[in-house]
């Protein structure tokens, strides 16, 4: 089984709205962390946000949230007030296993802000 | 923010040659570097996993001794591709993270585009 699984290939959005990409993931760890990266064309990775699962709270940065349902094993990433700079690649990620050296990325979401 | 140089950013050789990639962490120590490799429009595949100062952990499918990495201290690891092929052609990428537990995040270089001709 997938252990992150992005449904959505391509996501378009209107810019100043909000868009939720999505992201699940499979896990029999207790103890695990969620994070998400965005790679603009250039290639980069770049660290938006984590969240980890005895976090009771969803995790926020900004213009960024994650909105993190434990039991549904959803942790999708949350971007209000969209900016043409925000369009780029979306890779959810999965850290599990004691030393953390386990890590699995998602197929990634390809977000477009339209003017 | 946490730093990470990798470099080249672009490499254009021959067929039979090796080609070296380094991936320093520049304001952090790394206790922990991985190394991805990129296919157009596909995720990251994670090739190996290198801690400083033992020997690079390598996924399956991975050739250890095509792929030779070496994380000689805290803030360098370099990944050489041996003999490349055209092949090896791909967009390889390091990321790095620092001390402080498993969730601190992975911190990525640019990225290198290799091509073999």
């Known amino acids: 089984a997938q252990k992150i699984t992005q449904t959505q290939p391509g996501m378009f959005v209107q810019e100043k709205e909000a868009v939720t990409l999505d992201c699940t993931y499979d896990?029999?760890?207790?103890?695990?962390?969620l994070f998400w990266y965005k790679q603009p064309s250039s290639g980069e990775m770049i660290f938006l946000i984590y969240?980890?699962?005895?976090?009771?709270q969803n995790a926020t940065e900004g213009r960024y949230s994650l909105n993190f349902q434990k039991a549904r094993k959803s942790a999708n990433l949350v971007i209000s007030a969209s900016q043409l700079g925000d369009s780029a690649m979306y890779f959810c990620?999965?850290?599990?296993?004691?030393?953390?050296?386990?890590?699995?990325f998602g197929t990634g979401t390809s977000l477009t802000v339209i003017p | 923010g946490a730093v990470v140089s990798q470099h080249p950013s672009r490499v254009i050789c021959k067929s039979g040659t090796s080609v070296k990639i380094e991936c320093r962490s520049l304001?952090?120590?790394?206790?922990?570097m991985f190394w991805y490799r990129q296919f157009p429009k596909k995720s990251l595949m994670l090739m190996a996993t290198?801690?400083?100062?033992?020997?690079?952990?390598?996924e399956q499918g991975v050739e250890k001794d095509k792929f030779l990495i070496n994380h000689a201290s805290l803030t360098l690891s370099t990944l050489t591709v041996t003999s490349a092929h055209p092949e090896d052609s791909s967009f390889y990428i390091c990321?790095?993270?620092?001390?402080?537990?498993?969730?601190?995040?992975?911190?990525f270089g640019d990225g290198t585009r290799l091509s073999i001709l």
């Open positions: 990321s790095a993270r620092a001390r402080g537990g498993r969730d601190q995040p992975q911190h």
């Open positions: 896990t029999s760890d207790q103890s695990y962390g």
């Open positions: 969240q980890g699962s005895y976090d009771e």
């Open positions: 990620a999965m850290r599990e296993g004691m030393a953390g050296n386990q890590f699995y």
């Open positions: 304001d952090f120590q790394a206790t922990t």
């Open positions: 290198s801690n400083e100062g033992s020997k690079a952990t390598y």
